[in-house]
């Protein structure tokens, strides 16, 4: 029997999208939570992940990306931090030699090096290669887990031992 001239049908789909609605606001609720707990900093899949934790059901990822996106939240992506002043020890004033003169006439006159950070497998590896000026070849390169000065100083001691072992040829 059929009151409003509607289908029996889309009374109870009616029923179903308000309590939709209830349960989207509920989970609404719990997201903005678990977001402001870790100061925005978790992204829709740590959401989801702890909300799983914590409810008895479990809660699908694409529906907190879409309610997230919804309501705006992003994670904050922090920066890397790329130096660590060490007070004390870089403060010393060091000559400028080359004055950005980056040109030799010939071969073993200027020597360059550098430290690089390299990112293998989750670890930090650290790179340091003497280079010469005059033809850009690479004399010594060494690798460690930790950039520290001994690091430096056995390239340049590689590198010397290469031109001392050069000379002899």
């Known amino acids: 029997m059929q009151v409003a001239g509607l289908a029996r049908s889309t009374f109870y789909y009616q029923c179903q999208a308000i309590l939709r609605t209830e349960q989207q606001s509920d989970m609404e609720l719990k997201i ?9 900093r978790y992204g829709y899949r740590r959401i989801t992940a702890a ?7 479990p809660v699908n990822h694409k529906c907190v ?13 922090r ?4 130096f660590r002043h060490v007070t004390g ?3 010393v004033h060091v000559p400028n030699i080359l004055q ?28 340091s290669a003497c280079m010469d000026l005059y033809n850009g070849e690479v004399i010594a390169h ?7 000065f ?20």
């Open 150 to 169: 001994d690091l430096v100083s056995d390239t340049l001691r590689e590198g010397l031992h290469n031109l001392g072992s050069a000379c002899v040829m």
């Open 51 to 57: 909300l799983c934790r914590s409810l008895a059901e």
């Open 100 to 127: 950005r003169d980056f040109f030799a006439g010939a071969p073993n006159q200027k020597w360059v090096t550098d430290v690089t950070e390299f990112n293998v497998q989750g670890q930090k590896l650290y790179l």
């Open 142 to 148: 060494r690798m460690a887990k930790r950039p520290v």
């Open 89 to 91: 020890m870089s403060d």
């Open 32 to 40: 903005r939570v678990v977001y402001d707990k870790h100061k925005g």
């Open 65 to 77: 990306q879409r309610l997230m996106q919804k309501m705006g939240l992003r994670a904050l992506i």
């Open 79 to 82: 920066a890397k931090k790329r």
